[in-house]
């Protein structure tokens, strides 16, 4: 039978798992809301260039 307690005393995380976990906390891709907001200041600007033409 599994000892899962001494099978939880062995576990070490793999570097993959640490290496991915600081590879998504120091993303700076742009998420959804920052794309909306490229493409709400995009229209007002094409906007404010419509009407001073």
């Given at each position: 039978?599994?000892?899962?307690?001494?099978e939880?005393?062995?576990?070490?995380?793999?570097?993959?798992a640490?290496e991915a976990e600081?590879?998504v906390?120091?993303?700076?891709s742009?998420?959804?809301t920052d794309l909306?907001?490229?493409?709400?200041?995009d229209?007002?600007?094409?906007?404010?260039?419509?009407?001073?033409?």
């Amino acid at each position: 039978m599994i000892n899962f307690e001494e099978e939880l005393k062995k576990f070490r995380p793999s570097l993959e798992a640490d290496e991915a976990e600081k590879a998504v906390i120091n993303n700076n891709s742009p998420d959804m809301t920052d794309l909306f907001y490229k493409m709400i200041e995009d229209v007002d600007l094409h906007m404010v260039k419509q009407r001073n033409s």
